[in-house]
């Protein structure tokens, strides 16, 4: 749909950040962006809070002391707007997928080094 250059703020869950966005003609909004192809559970099992734990983690250290991200916007299939946050050439979303850390592996979990 559309990109947009951001600043990372904070991460609020595994697949929601809040991001100072770029709208041009020097105007900016604060918003919470939600990651596209990201869908961690609210269940509250030990699984899944393992999960979202992982995820923030690796998040917030990722995105720690960097001064811009671009966002590429898409329609869901159920009409919510969800973001590819891109930065240094790579999708964020699919290094969360490819790392494990979305999966209740013992990799993810720190169960196993």
Known sequence: MYSYNGRFV??????????YIDLGFYVWTMAAVRLTGIDLS?????????????AVKWLEKRLADIDQVQLDTHKSEDGSITCDIILEGRIVNQDLERL?????????????H
């Open 10 to 19: 904070e991460v609020i869950d595994g697949d929601t950040l809040l991001l």
């Open 100 to 112: 494990g850390l979305l999966r209740g592996s013992a990799r993810a979990l720190g169960l196993v």
């Open 42 to 54: 609210t269940e509250s099992s030990p699984i899944d809070l393992a999960r979202e734990e992982n």
